[in-house]
């Protein structure tokens, strides 16, 4: 690296910053998943493939979130982006399909054979997408992107 690229480069990132930074993406997406479950839920029973409507810019969201404020290389995007994808898209077939599952005020688990399978769904794609943002945002401490 030459002495103009180091004056260009974004200047190194505190531990501490770069913590700061991967709590509030993890905030955004526990938000951005709980959000467009339960606004995908309104419209799946329109058209099941409705849920796309709310699913897509939330994982947008929280994979470019991912890779341009956290600065994680490219490939840290699909981790996050497709965990939120599946979150979101079982989270809003479960509410519709299920509204029992959410009533006064607490979280009621489903014990049918489909709504096992839609909350399996909605763990696994948030925990992908929690994890992902984890892993992306220690890359981009470690290894920053180079724009």
Known sequence: MTAAD?????????????????????????????GGGAAGSKLVGYDARLGMVTAVPAAFCVGVLSILWLRARNGFIAAPLLGTLLA???????????????SAGAV????????VYEESLLAAGTVAALVGVLCAAVGG???????
């Open 88 to 102: 979101v898209l079982s989270a809003a077939q479960l509410v519709h399909d299920h509204r029992e599952v959410y």
């Open 141 to 147: 401490y470690r290894r920053p992107r180079e724009d």
């Open 108 to 115: 009621h688990l489903i014990r049918t054979g489909m709504g």
């Open 6 to 34: 180091a004056a260009v480069a974004p200047p190194a990132r505190t531990p501490g910053g770069a913590a700061w930074r991967a709590a509030v993406v993890l905030a955004a997406a526990a938000a951005l998943i709980a």
